[in-house]
C-alpha cells in the first residue's frame, strides 16, 4: 500500500514522517529505494533533534546518494509560497536594470529595445538546454552464486568495469540468507554514454565476471 507524506517542510509534516520510521531504516524494505530518494527530496534540510528517527534516516540516505554526486554544492534552497515571492520581483527586476544602457535619451524604451531584450531571454533559454545534466542516479543489487563466492573480489570485477560516462559510488553487502550475501551499489550514469542493459549484460554476467556473479537486478533508477 502507497504512503502519502506531504508538508514535510513543516513541524506537522516532520512529525508524520518520525513516527513512521520508528523502528525502520527505509521507507520501504530493508535498503534504499526510490521512494526513500522521493522522500529526501521533499525534506528541505536534516530534521532536528525533536525527530531522531527522521534525522537518522536523512544521514543515511544523503551517505549513500553523497558518494555518487561528488561535486562540490553550493546550497539550494526551495522556497515556498510567500517566500518565492521576492525571488520572483527580483527576477523581474533584473532585465530592467540590465537595460538602462539601452534606453534612449529621452529616457523611453522603445520597442526595438523591447524586442532586442526578448530575443536576449530567448537566446538565454535556448544556450541553457544543453546544459541540463541527462544523468541518473541507478542502484544495483549484484548477487553472487553461494556463499563461498568471495565478495571482496566480486565488488573488485564490479568497480574494474570502466565506461565513459559511468561513475560507481557507495555499496555495501546486504544478508539474503543461508549465508549469501549480495552487493548492493549505487552507479551515476550520463544517459546518452551508458546503458545499464548493456553494462549488465555485456560486461558483469559474462567471463571471468560470471565466475562469481550470478545476476544483477536494477533497484533503482531516477533521472537526476
Not at 553472487?144 to 571482496?152: A, H, V, Y
Request: net charge negative; proline share 4%.
Amino acid at each position: 500500500m502507497a504512503v502519502t507524506f506531504s508538508d514535510l517542510h513543516t513541524e506537522a509534516g516532520l512529525k508524520s514522517l518520525e513516527e513512521y520510521l520508528t523502528g525502520k531504516t527505509y521507507i520501504s524494505g530493508d535498503q534504499i529505494t526510490r521512494d526513500d530518494i522521493k522522500v529526501f527530496a521533499a525534506v528541505s534540510e536534516k530534521p532536528g533533534s525533536a525527530f531522531p528517527n527522521a534525522g537518522r534516516w536523512y544521514e543515511t540516505v544523503s551517505s549513500l546518494l553523497a558518494a555518487s554526486f561528488p561535486g562540490k554544492a553550493a546550497g539550494v534552497r526551495i522556497a515556498t509560497g510567500a517566500e518565492a515571492a521576492p525571488a520572483v520581483e527580483s527576477a523581474k527586476a533584473a532585465p530592467a536594470e540590465e537595460d538602462d544602457d539601452d534606453l534612449d535619451l529621452f529616457g523611453d524604451e522603445t520597442e526595438e529595445d523591447k524586442k532586442a531584450a526578448e530575443e536576449r531571454e530567448a537566446a538565454k533559454k535556448s544556450s541553457a538546454k544543453p546544459k541540463e545534466s541527462g544523468k541518473s542516479s541507478v542502484l544495483l543489487d549484484v548477487k553472487p552464486w553461494d556463499d563461498e563466492t568471495d565478495m571482496k573480489k566480486l565488488e573488485e570485477i564490479v568497480r574494474s568495469v570502466e565506461m565513459e560516462g559511468l561513475h560507481w559510488g557507495a555499496s555495501k553487502l546486504v544478508a539474503v540468507g543461508y549465508g549469501i550475501k549480495k552487493l548492493t551499489i549505487m552507479m551515476t550514469i550520463i544517459d546518452d554514454l551508458v546503458s545499464v542493459d548493456t553494462l549488465i549484460e555485456e560486461h558483469l554476467t559474462v567471463e571471468p565476471a560470471s565466475d562469481y556473479i550470478q545476476s544483477c537486478d536494477i533497484v533503482a533508477f531516477n533521472k537526476i
